[in-house]
């Protein structure tokens, strides 16, 4: 991401803030800008009506809300700490990507965007310190993979992001239709096994289970195929944005809930798909189901191998489209 605060200069006396118009082009008055301690902001100029919004706290954040005059008030989001740049940056998008499609001037509307966004990301900011996992990385890219890849490309993007249901603590990661997806992505130089979380992922009592196995290999940025985690994440957004601004909103709280913001740190590694494989979970599937256990027994982890899923593999396509048609 560019840095908007980069050539900004902190302003020449205490009390006020050197800013700048973040585009004339969007429909609310959004500013960059600095304080006269040289300290990163964004602020929004808003219309005062009779109530008085109330602004959540954010750790690493002043929240600074007063009356310019009798019919305007400016919020102004200061960042406490250099250390928490990208992520302040990462929000700031965010608000403004969340009202760009606003009718020019509806400020109100903009205030209530605003407010949910940040009620949203305060729980970003309070592990702020914490950056997702390895393991965490590669599995979030698998899910954005395969929704943008096979789902959005059969179903409208809106419906696609309804479908996705990992980041919320579900056992699988897609429902489409009574059939439930489990998306399983590691490094194609990794072990060939499965790693399955809970004697319950792969029971077939809620529906239909498929797992979508996928390898992934490293990437040259300037191949066509390469992907980053943030390049997936705003390609996703773009697509979805186009088809519903609701969804679009839907999807941003799919990726905050999963721990995501779009961090520098998240640029790289760059991947390719190297292979996607599907194998559907019948009868005699090798996996462990509830059923199973002894009484007492319960969060069950293991490893399966990938060989023992073979005779269980079906066509990737044929399987999409057969359940998009449903």
């Not at 302003?11 to 118009?21: C, E, F, K, P, V």
Request: aromatic share 8%.
């Amino acid at each position: 991401m560019s840095d908007p605060w980069s050539d900004i200069a902190a302003s020449l006396q205490a009390g006020t803030d050197n800013l700048r118009r973040v585009s004339a082009e969007h429909p609310l008055e959004f500013w960059w800008g600095r304080d006269h301690s040289s300290r990163c902001l964004l602020a929004l100029d808003y219309e005062i009506t009779t109530s008085c919004p109330q602004f959540p706290e954010l750790a690493g954040l002043q929240i600074v809300n007063f009356a310019r005059d009798a019919a305007i008030g400016r919020l102004v989001l200061l960042l406490i700490d250099e250390a928490d740049r990208d992520i302040f940056l990462a929000l700031c998008k965010d608000l403004l990507a969340a009202t760009s499609g606003l009718t020019r001037g509806d400020s109100q509307t903009g205030v209530c965007i605003a407010i949910a966004r940040l009620v949203r990301w305060r729980e970003l900011f309070r592990n702020r310190r914490e950056r997702l996992s390895f393991e965490r990385i590669i599995g979030l890219a698998g899910e954005l993979l395969f929704l943008r890849d096979c789902l959005c490309l059969r179903v409208d993007p809106a419906i696609a992001v309804a479908m996705w249901r990992g980041p919320y603590g579900d056992e699988q990661d897609f429902v489409v239709g009574s059939t439930i997806f489990e998306v399983k992505t590691q490094l194609s130089t990794a072990d060939a096994a499965l790693h399955i979380s809970s004697e319950n992922q792969l029971d077939t009592v809620s529906g239909a289970v498929v797992i979508v196995h996928q390898l992934l290999g490293p990437a040259a940025l300037h191949m066509a195929t390469a992907f980053s985690l943030n390049g997936l994440a705003a390609d996703l957004r773009r697509i979805v944005l186009a088809s519903s601004p609701d969804a679009a909103d839907t999807f941003d709280a799919g990726l905050l809930a999963a721990g995501y913001a779009p961090l520098a740190a998240y640029d790289e590694p760059v991947w390719m798909l190297v292979r996607q494989d599907m194998y559907t979970v019948e009868e005699a599937f090798p996996r462990i189901v509830p059923s199973m256990l002894p009484p007492g027994i319960e969060k069950v982890r293991y490893r399966l191998r990938v060989d023992a899923c073979l005779p269980f593999k079906v066509d990737v396509t044929k399987t999409l489209e057969a359940l998009v048609d449903e």
